[in-house]
């Protein structure tokens, strides 16, 4: 900055006159501190200013004086020293209030880190129950919209339900197919059946004008109804033989574990 | 006196009231135009003086630049809290002036000189700058207003008038 065009303006004597914002104020005061250059010129200014408005004086009335001092006397000087701290006990009352700040601020900071963190940990906790929730909830729908499908075949009357009993390879197996002969539609229901080695499945077979026609492979640990292969009409039996996985095109009849007749003698 | 002041000491402000309570009271009259406004301010001034004393940086200026802010601030709130008529400002300046005329030849002789022969050694613009700001009680911006000057020109024209009176009232 160049002082003495910073002079020039006048903004010194507007100063000196009281008219600056708090702002313009502010910052004269700043550049006093830093130029002393400014500060003696400002002297001289003030110097003039102050002759100037000593020669403007307008004397007040006497009785403000008198008023005046009489305020004074009222008031308790030695209370008031107390109560003007000096800038000693500023300094002290400023650190001390700045040391509370400080720990109370850290001793906060702390606490809502703390909680923030139990918070952290509980919200994490929730969203993974939630989560479950919603995959046991859906399992648990799906399993009732199956048995609701299921009970629709079940109590069908167009479904003949057709029992097929164990052979002598395995006289503890039973299962039951469902068969609408007009739309053709077959399921099959397991009550009990042994499980099988990885390479092998269970096929089932209708035999319609004595041949096996394929109606498709299953597990046995399937629950519920098992859609099956449409198959023909003028069906006789259905029997079901263990072959290798994915089935084969003619039964392998020595595995054949059970049969059931469509025809109610 | 400033350490007085700090101590308390009533002399201290004593002297002080008899030396500024008239410069200080003409700012504040010429800004509120009210006697009794002005009084009350003048003492509410100078307990706040005699409370704040301590506020008092010699860094930024002089004690008297210090009053004169605290009078000048108090004078402007009571005019806009009053909602004083500034209008009338034309008016009172003839009695005003009077005033100090009256008063300039008894008591404020400080320097043997008075306020007219020192304002009549400047050149007429600058008479008429000074005139209105520390006679009248105008600001810089109302004169720049009224009488159609840039408020640059009434700025410079005043730090002209004011180097102009240091020679005059003999400061060095």
Request: proline share 2%.
């Amino acid at each position: 900055m160049n002082i003495q065009d910073y002079i020039a303006t006048g903004i010194l004597e507007a100063y000196a006159l009281g008219e600056l914002s708090e702002h313009e104020r502010a910052e004269v005061e700043k550049n006093l501190a830093q130029y002393p250059a400014l500060k003696q010129e400002l002297l001289k200014i003030e110097e003039a200013s102050e002759l100037l408005f000593m020669k403007a004086a307008i004397n007040p009335s006497k009785e403000v004086k008198a008023r005046l001092f009489e305020k004074i006397k009222a008031k308790p000087v030695g209370k008031e020293m107390s109560i003007v701290p000096s800038s000693m006990r500023m300094w002290k009352l400023a650190a001390a209030a700045s040391i509370t700040f400080a720990l109370l601020s850290s001793y906060m900071a702390y606490t809502y880190w703390n909680k923030w963190r139990v918070s952290e940990s509980n919200l994490t906790e929730l969203l993974a129950q939630n989560q479950r929730m919603a995959e046991d909830y859906n399992k648990v729908n799906q399993r009732l919209d199956k048995i609701e499908a299921d009970s629709k075949v079940i109590d069908n009357p167009a479904f003949t339900r057709i029992l097929m009993k164990g052979t002598s390879n395995a006289p503890q197996s039973l299962a039951s197919v469902y068969w609408n002969e007009n739309t053709q539609e077959l399921y099959l229901s397991i009550q009990s059946m042994r499980q099988l080695s990885q390479e092998n499945q269970y096929q089932l077979w209708a035999i319609i004008d004595g041949k096996p026609v394929d109606a498709g492979v299953f597990e046995s640990i399937a629950s519920g109804l098992i859609k099956m292969k449409e198959i023909g009409k003028g069906v006789t039996t259905f029997a079901v033989t263990i072959e290798p996985r994915g089935g084969k095109a003619s039964p392998t009849l020595e595995t054949m574990q059970m049969a059931g007749n469509t025809v109610k003698s | 006196m400033i350490e007085g002041l700090k101590s308390k000491r009533q002399s201290a402000l004593e002297y002080l009231y008899d030396h500024y309570s008239g410069s200080l009271y003409g700012i504040i009259f010429r800004i509120v135009r009210q006697e009794d406004i002005a009084e009350e301010i003048l003492q509410d001034l100078f307990l706040k003086i005699w409370d704040k004393i301590d506020n008092y940086d010699a860094s930024k200026g002089k004690l008297f630049t210090w009053m004169l802010n605290i009078a000048r601030n108090q004078a402007i709130d009571k005019t806009r809290s009053k909602e004083m008529n500034k209008g009338k400002k034309t008016d009172d300046i003839d009695y005003l002036v009077n005033k100090i005329d009256n008063q300039g030849s008894a008591e404020l002789q400080i320097d043997g000189i008075g306020l007219k022969e020192v304002l009549m050694e400047l050149s007429e613009d600058q008479r008429f700058i000074v005139n209105q700001l520390y006679l009248k009680g105008y600001t810089q911006s109302e004169v720049a207003e009224e009488f159609g000057i840039p408020l640059g020109t009434v700025k410079t024209r005043l730090r002209a008038a004011m180097i102009e009176l240091r020679t005059i009232l003999k400061i060095k």
